[in-house]
C-alpha cells in the first residue's frame, strides 16, 4: 500500500470514528434528556420554589386522595363551606408549595381551594412525569376530591394550571364536564412543539440534532405519540365553559404564539392576557397584584362569589 493511500485510510478511520462518536453522544445526550425529565431525580422533590412566589399559608390541612389512574397525591386543602372549589395545578419542575401565593389569594376571596403535588413532585407518590398526559388523571382525582367533600350539595368547581399544570387542566377539563372553569397559564398546544421549543431554546441551532431522538426516547417513556398530547385540540371542546389565557410575551420556553393559538382555536366564553416582559412561569412575579386580581375575577364572574 503506497503512502497517499495509507494517509487517506487513516484519515477515513478517523473520520468515520468521529461520527460514530457523534451519534454516540447525540444518542446518550437524547436518552439523558428524556430519561430524566419523566423520572425527575429525588433531591428535585424537595428543590427551593422558584415558578412564583410563596405567601404565608393560611389556615389549611394537608390531605391525601387518589388519580384516577391509582397513584397517591398529596395536597393542601382550605375549606371556605364556600360553593365553589379551585383546584390549583403547579408545573414542572413543582410543587404545591409555588402556588401558595395565589391559592392564598383565591382563599382570601372565599373560594374552597385545593393545591396538591402532581405524581413525583412533592410529598406524592412516584409515577412517570409525562408533562400533562396522565397528569391530567391527577387533576381529574382532585375534581374528585374536592367534589366527595361537598357531597349532596350544588358545588362548583374550577381549575388553574401553571405550565404543565395548565396543559393537564385543559386535558382534564375536555374529559370531565364538571370542571366549569378553566385558567391555563404558560401552556402549550401540543407536546411535541413544547419540545422542540424548549430544544431550541436550550441549544439553539443544534436543537435539530436532539430532537428527533429525544422525541423518538420519550415517547416510549410516556406511552404516547406527542403530538396525540394536544391541549389545543382539547381547548375547542370547552365551550361554553369559560376559558382564561394568560402567557408572558418573553417566554423563552413556551413562544407566546402558543398562547395566542390556543386563543384564536377556543370559544367564547374566552379571554387573553399577555403579561409584558414576563418569562415562562413569571407571569405572577411580574405583576403579582393584577394577576390575582384577574384570576380571582375571573372565577367570581364564572363561579359566583363577591365582586
Given at each position: ?18 461520527l ?42 394537608s390531605v ?36 401558595r401565593?395565589?391559592?392564598?389569594a383565591?382563599?382570601?376571596a ?28 391527577d ?50 398546544t ?34 404516547t ?14 365551550s361554553?365553559?369559560?376559558?382564561l ?23 367564547d ?39
Amino acid at each position: 500500500m503506497d503512502a497517499g493511500r495509507s494517509t487517506g485510510l487513516r484519515v477515513g478511520l478517523w473520520v468515520g470514528a468521529g461520527l460514530a462518536a457523534a451519534g454516540a453522544a447525540i444518542a446518550l445526550s437524547s436518552f439523558a434528556t428524556a430519561y430524566l425529565t419523566v423520572h425527575p431525580l429525588p433531591w428535585s422533590r424537595y428543590r427551593r420554589s422558584w415558578w412564583t412566589p410563596s405567601g404565608s399559608p393560611r389556615d389549611g390541612r394537608s390531605v391525601r386522595f387518589s388519580s384516577v389512574d391509582g397513584i397517591d397525591l398529596a395536597g393542601r386543602y382550605l375549606d371556605r363551606h364556600a360553593a365553589a372549589t379551585i383546584v390549583v395545578c403547579h408545573g414542572w419542575p413543582g410543587n404545591k408549595d409555588d402556588m401558595r401565593g395565589l391559592a392564598d389569594a383565591l382563599a382570601d376571596a372565599g373560594f374552597n381551594v385545593l393545591a396538591f403535588d402532581f405524581r413525583s413532585w412533592g410529598e406524592s407518590e412516584a409515577g412517570p412525569v409525562t408533562l400533562g398526559y396522565r397528569e391530567a388523571q391527577d387533576v381529574l382525582g382532585a375534581v374528585a376530591f374536592a367534589q366527595a367533600r361537598r357531597a349532596g350539595r350544588r358545588h362548583r368547581i374550577g381549575v388553574f394550571g401553571l405550565s404543565m399544570g395548565g396543559a393537564a387542566s385543559l386535558l382534564a377539563a375536555a374529559a370531565c364536564p364538571e370542571i366549569e372553569a378553566v385558567v391555563a397559564d404558560s401552556s402549550y398546544t401540543r407536546l411535541d412543539r413544547a419540545i422542540s421549543g424548549a430544544f431550541r431554546s436550550l441549544w439553539g441551532p443544534a436543537a435539530r440534532l436532539f430532537d428527533v431522538p429525544t422525541r423518538w426516547v420519550g415517547e416510549r417513556l410516556i406511552g404516547t405519540a406527542m403530538p396525540e398530547v394536544s391541549p389545543v385540540r382539547a381547548i375547542e371542546r370547552l365551550s361554553p365553559r369559560p376559558v382564561l389565557i394568560i402567557h408572558g410575551t418573553h417566554d423563552r420556553l413556551i413562544d407566546v404564539r402558543e398562547a395566542q393559538a390556543l386563543y384564536r382555536t377556543s370559544h367564547d366564553p374566552k379571554a387573553l392576557w399577555l403579561v409584558e416582559g414576563a418569562d415562562h412561569g413569571e407571569t405572577r412575579r411580574v405583576a403579582p397584584q393584577e394577576y390575582d386580581r384577574r384570576v380571582v375575577g375571573f372565577f367570581q364572574e364564572h363561579l359566583g362569589g363577591s365582586p
